[in-house]
């Protein structure tokens, strides 16, 4: 068994800025009430013409680009996302297109928020087994697209990105050390698009009772996501061999300051060792891990050796952790599109 590890990171935000202060103009709410309930202060959305594909693209080329990596030279590609550009084909397979990644295979992951935690996992798995060598793991939501503008709950908390890496392997002990994966059925409900499936097909009375735009159980998520951190955060570094004052930083999914907070105090750790930017883009679902990652790279915080937590949650209900000794140089940032 041979080990995993990044070799490239891309990510790509759409240009539109939405404030909270616009967000007042829309919904009954306050810049004071979000932020001091979420943290978030804005938030990207994508263009009417642009599709998960197309942020997966771009992050993908800068991911590529960081590695040195042709597209050729793909073996895998696989795209987290809840936001799928349709039903099928794969968005995987429409990056894979548009790159020219010709001798590659292409399947999305869908597990909501943890699916590029997920799909990460799978291509250690592809990599560690010796059945691939080059895998591009991509996170891309427009999740812009799935909310109801109307609903205060939910509109004023998620935002449009992509983050990618690229995967090789490396030597045992370096790179993805351990992961952990699960879930609970039984909660999904809690967070869920209802219509547009084989349960609900569209109709005009789907359409009419808003069954195609996200749903949410605030509360209930909340309970479950405060819970579910800490113990994702403690079976990655258990099943690593490490202990977890030896972290140098925790990459948490963005959803919400307070769970973000909720967690340090629970592990009991500082606050500092987890990297934030909720503030900026708010909820981009399984866009949020890569995107953190890459700016905890860009921005000279995880360094060469330093050893990593990355944790997400998400409907399903679903949840996802994974430790790393980070390897990858440091590179300047080729760009961000931003």
């Not at 952990?180 to 097909?201: K, M, Q």
Request: proline residues 4%; contains cysteine; glycine residues 10%.
């Amino acid at each position: 068994m041979r080990g995993s590890t990044i070799t490239g990171m891309g990510r790509y935000v759409p240009r539109r800025v939405m404030t909270n202060h616009e967000l007042e103009k829309i919904v009954e709410t306050t810049d004071e009430w979000i932020v001091s309930r979420t943290g978030i202060r804005e938030r990207r959305i994508a263009a009417p013409e642009e599709a998960s594909s197309d942020l997966a693209f771009h992050a993908a080329q800068e991911a590529l680009a960081d590695a040195g990596v042709s597209p050729e030279q793909i073996d895998l590609i696989i795209v987290g996302t809840a936001t799928p550009d349709m039903l099928f084909p794969a968005t995987a397979c429409i990056v894979q297109d548009r790159l020219g990644a010709r001798n590659a295979g292409a399947f999305d992951v869908s597990a909501a928020c943890s699916s590029w935690v997920y799909a990460a996992a799978v291509a250690h798995g592809y990599i560690a087994g010796g059945l691939a060598n080059t895998v591009l793991v991509v996170g891309a939501e427009v999740l812009s697209k799935f909310v109801n503008w109307k609903d205060r709950n939910t509109c004023v908390l998620f935002g449009d990105s992509a983050g990618a890496a690229v995967l090789r392997p490396c030597e045992q002990g370096r790179g993805f050390l351990s992961f952990y994966l699960g879930a609970d059925g039984s909660g999904g409900s809690l967070i869920a698009v209802p219509a547009g499936g084989s349960r609900i097909p569209a109709s005009y009375d789907s359409v009419e009772q808003n069954l195609h735009f996200m749903q949410m159980n605030g509360r209930e998520v909340y309970k479950f996501a405060v819970r579910c951190i800490p113990k994702a955060i403690e079976e990655a570094v258990q099943r690593a061999h490490v202990a977890i004052e030896d972290v140098d930083w925790f990459i948490p999914h963005q959803a919400n300051i307070r769970i973000i907070d909720a967690a340090a105090e629970r592990l009991g750790q500082p606050r500092e060792k987890f990297f934030i930017n909720v503030e900026r883009y708010g909820n981009t679902s399984s866009a949020s891990v890569p995107v953190a990652l890459y700016e905890a790279v860009r921005t000279g915080r995880l360094k060469e050796g330093d050893l990593a937590v990355l944790v997400a949650f998400g409907g399903g209900l679903t949840w996802g952790s994974c430790a790393m000794r980070w390897t990858m140089p440091t590179t300047t940032d080729p760009g961000s599109r931003a």
